[in-house]
């Protein structure tokens, strides 16, 4: 199954989690992620492939250098989340 990768559409609408990026394991039938779980902000999906050339200057924009710096949390309580993968902080709470 592929992962597709999941970005707030707006820095102003968003929470840590969507705002730096989170991933999905979907199959291909499933339906788009289209608001964020912890927020329920917009998010849109971030195509990542590395040979799809941008029709923009995207790759220079802050989100996509964020993604070098991509940080995954899983939750572990109401409100509170442990680092996975990344550099971010190890924990987070609300
Ligand atoms: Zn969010």
């Known amino acids: 199954m592929p992962i597709y990768e ?8 968003s929470c ?3 705002r730096a990026g989170f991933e999905r394991l979907q199959k291909l039938a499933d339906a788009a ?15 990542s492939a590395p040979n ?7 790759a220079l924009k802050p989100k996509n250098v964020e993604k070098h710096g991509f940080t995954q949390y899983r ?11 990344g550099k ?5 709470s609300a």
């Open 6 to 13: 999941y970005q707030a559409k707006s820095e102003d609408a």
């Open 16 to 18: 840590d989690f969507c």
């Open 33 to 47: 992620v289209l608001a964020c779980p912890q927020c329920s902000h917009p998010v849109r999906r971030v195509i």
């Open 52 to 58: 799809v050339q941008s029709s923009s200057t995207d």
């Open 75 to 85: 939750k572990v309580g109401k409100g509170k989340y442990e680092k996975t993968a």
């Open 88 to 92: 971010g902080p190890k924990k987070i």
